[in-house]
């Protein structure tokens, strides 16, 4: 059974630049869900998708930050015009339905010059 | 809205010995769920235990085990005979299908995680 993947592991981009992120969760959870940890400190919720309709956004998700996931499939998370406050560790889980468990990807860690 | 406190920031300990990590929630959901997840330094983060707050029985996984109380929003989470492969961060989190935002969301709100050295 494969779990959630994502890519790239890591990114460093200068600032201004656009970066896009990829998550495939585990086939068939239909529930996925973006956060964003800084160092030191505990996963924050970014936004979810329930198949293929994103449900909810962050205050946390300026309209820098994008998030897709057609077909209820993979989901990807771009940010426009990186600033060096984007710079963290980007996670995603996914979970078969609502009351499920997440379960997490090994994240992709973003840097911005 | 939900809230989860791990007032430890780092517990070291020796090898074999007993500890128990710290976890106080605030929710306004009667229904709610909460976890535990460990952070080793790879940065995955790795599920380890769940619970259900109609369920308060406590029980025993391994070198796991967890304390549930209501009473005391309390979910303290003990590993038994530590080994240095413990070693990580870990995470307590509160999923809650939010009836601030439509009740349907079940997003997890972490704590701050507390850093647990075993050394041999």
Same mark, same amino acid.
């Given at each position: 059974?494969?779990?959630?993947?994502?890519?790239?592991?890591?990114?460093?981009?200068?600032?201004?630049?656009?970066?896009?992120?990829?998550?495939?969760?585990?086939?068939?959870?239909?529930?996925?869900?973006?956060?964003?940890?800084?160092?030191?400190?505990?996963?924050?919720?970014?936004?979810?998708?329930?198949?293929?309709?994103?449900?909810?956004?962050?205050?946390?998700?300026?309209? %820098?930050?994008?998030?897709?996931?057609?077909?209820?499939?993979?989901?990807?998370?771009?940010?426009?015009?990186?600033?060096?406050?984007?710079?963290?560790?980007?996670?995603?889980?996914?979970?078969?339905?609502?009351?499920?468990?997440?379960?997490?990807?090994?994240?992709? %860690?973003?840097?911005?010059? | 809205?939900?809230?989860?406190?791990?007032?430890?920031? &780092?517990?070291?300990?020796?090898?074999?010995?007993?500890?128990? @990590?710290?976890?106080?929630?605030?929710?306004?959901?009667?229904?709610?769920?909460?976890?535990?997840?460990?952070?080793?330094?790879?940065? &995955?983060?790795?599920? @380890?235990?769940?619970?259900?707050?109609?369920? &308060?029985?406590?029980?025993?996984?391994?070198?796991?085990?967890?304390?549930?109380?209501?009473?005391?929003?309390?979910?303290?989470?003990?590993?038994?005979?530590?080994? !240095? !492969?413990?070693?990580?961060?870990?995470?307590?989190?509160?999923? &809650?299908?939010? !009836?601030?935002?439509?009740?349907?969301?079940?997003?997890?709100?972490?704590?701050?995680?507390?850093? @647990?050295? !075993?050394?041999?």
């Amino acid at each position: 059974d494969t779990g959630v993947s994502q890519n790239p592991r890591h990114k460093i981009t200068k600032r201004g630049q656009n970066v896009t992120f990829r998550c495939d969760p585990i086939s068939e959870h239909n529930r996925l869900y973006w956060y964003r940890q800084t160092l030191g400190q505990g996963p924050e919720f970014l936004t979810y998708f329930q198949n293929e309709a994103q449900l909810e956004k962050s205050r946390l998700l300026s309209d %820098r930050f994008s998030a897709e996931r057609p077909k209820g499939s993979f989901s990807t998370l771009e940010i426009q015009r990186t600033e060096q406050g984007d710079s963290a560790m980007y996670l995603c889980a996914s979970s078969l339905t609502r009351r499920e468990t997440q379960y997490f990807g090994p994240g992709t %860690r973003l840097l911005v010059l | 809205a939900q809230k989860v406190t791990q007032a430890q920031t &780092e517990i070291s300990v020796v090898e074999k010995e007993d500890v128990t @990590l710290d976890c106080v929630y605030e929710t306004r959901d009667t229904t709610y769920y909460l976890f535990w997840y460990k952070q080793p330094p790879s940065g &995955e983060l790795v599920f @380890l235990i769940r619970r259900n707050s109609f369920d &308060e029985q406590n029980e025993i996984s391994g070198r796991y085990s967890w304390n549930f109380q209501k009473s005391t929003s309390s979910f303290n989470f003990t590993i038994t005979a530590s080994q !240095v !492969v413990d070693s990580a961060v870990y995470f307590c989190a509160l999923s &809650e299908a939010g !009836v601030d935002s439509g009740g349907s969301n079940y997003k997890l709100t972490f704590g701050k995680g507390t850093l @647990l050295t !075993v050394n041999p």
